[in-house]
């Protein structure tokens, strides 16, 4: 500034941050709370204040919300102005420890070995008929194999033409007879899949991080992972599933 000039401040000396009208809130409707906030402040006074700032209180429903990312312009007259991107959860949800889980669900099909299905060497529960059994017989509509004494002869036969390398089962050949058309050459069953996957946001400890990290990759027949986790399936989804084994 030229000599003989001076700057005559009026109003509030903006030592500490001053919110600026307009702030925006928004809400996910999982229970994340996002705000856009504009704070003035003294240039001087100003060194990292806005590092590690929270905003709002757990009373006024915000459940202290953590600054996320910034930005600052250096205004004139001894000002700069810095806007703050918050994040938080809503503290009506879940006691603020978590977000509700945003689920997404997909139902495909996947190729899986016939041997690997619940109804092939047992009774499954809605069948009528067990695919391959568990007791064979020796039969010529197989080939010739080698048996454990190291000498040739016939195959072994079950339900369905299900042929196998031993009267015990062992290794599974294929099916052999042809009057089951159905079965007759088939080696692999379309099994239905569902995947379900989802976002959620919470703010624990360590120790519970790394609880969510243990379960990835893994499946459960119950909403909360055995009572390892918090409940990711809306009540909607039901409480108890069925695995690909028919349990």
Same mark, same amino acid.
């Given at each position: 500034?030229?000599?003989?000039?001076?700057?005559?401040?009026?109003?509030?000396?903006?030592?500490?941050?001053?919110?600026?009208?307009? /702030?925006?809130? @928004? *809400? #996910?409707?999982? !229970?994340?709370?996002? +705000?856009?906030?504009? %704070?003035?402040?003294?240039?001087?006074?100003?060194?990292?204040?806005?590092?590690?700032?929270?905003?709002?209180?757990?009373?006024?429903?915000?459940?202290?919300?953590?600054?996320?990312? /910034?930005?600052? @312009? *250096? #205004?004139?007259? !001894?000002?700069?102005? +810095?806007?703050?991107? %918050?994040?938080?959860?809503?503290?009506?949800?879940?006691?603020?420890?978590?977000?509700?889980?945003?689920?997404?669900?997909?139902?495909?099909?996947?190729?899986?070995?016939?041997?690997?299905?619940?109804?092939?060497?047992?009774?499954?529960?809605?069948?009528?008929?067990?695919?391959?059994?568990?007791?064979?017989?020796?039969?010529?509509?197989?080939?010739?194999?080698?048996?454990?004494?190291?000498?040739?002869?016939?195959?072994?036969?079950?339900?369905?033409?299900?042929?196998?390398?031993?009267?015990?089962?062992?290794?599974?050949?294929?099916?052999?007879?042809?009057?089951?058309?159905?079965?007759?050459?088939?080696?692999?069953?379309?099994?239905?899949?569902?995947?379900?996957?989802?976002?959620?946001?919470?703010?624990?400890?360590?120790?519970?991080?790394?609880?969510?990290?243990?379960?990835?990759?893994?499946?459960?027949?119950?909403?909360?992972?055995?009572?390892?986790?918090?409940?990711?399936?809306?009540?909607?989804?039901?409480?108890?599933?069925?695995?690909?084994?028919?349990?």
């Amino acid at each position: 500034m030229p000599d003989g000039f001076e700057i005559i401040k009026k109003g509030k000396d903006l030592l500490l941050p001053e919110l600026q009208p307009g /702030w925006k809130e @928004s *809400h #996910d409707g999982y !229970g994340l709370i996002t +705000v856009a906030a504009t %704070y003035v402040v003294d240039k001087q006074t100003a060194t990292e204040f806005y590092r590690g700032m929270q905003f709002g209180t757990a009373e006024a429903g915000y459940n202290g919300l953590k600054l996320h990312k /910034w930005s600052i @312009s *250096h #205004d004139n007259l !001894g000002t700069m102005k +810095v806007v703050g991107d %918050y994040i938080g959860i809503d503290g009506s949800i879940n006691e603020g420890e978590h977000t509700n889980c945003q689920v997404s669900a997909s139902n495909g099909l996947s190729s899986e070995p016939l041997t690997a299905h619940p109804n092939f060497y047992q009774m499954a529960s809605g069948y009528m008929e067990v695919i391959a059994g568990s007791t064979y017989a020796e039969s010529d509509l197989g080939p010739t194999v080698v048996k454990p004494d190291g000498t040739k002869g016939k195959s072994y036969v079950g339900q369905n033409g299900a042929c196998f390398e031993r009267e015990t089962g062992g290794r599974f050949i294929g099916f052999v007879d042809p009057q089951y058309k159905t079965l007759y050459g088939k080696t692999n069953y379309l099994s239905p899949t569902t995947q379900y996957s989802g976002i959620m946001y919470f703010q624990k400890t360590s120790a519970y991080v790394a609880k969510f990290k243990k379960m990835i990759g893994t499946s459960s027949l119950s909403r909360n992972w055995i009572g390892q986790l918090p409940d990711l399936l809306p009540e909607y989804f039901g409480s108890n599933f069925v695995a690909s084994n028919g349990q």
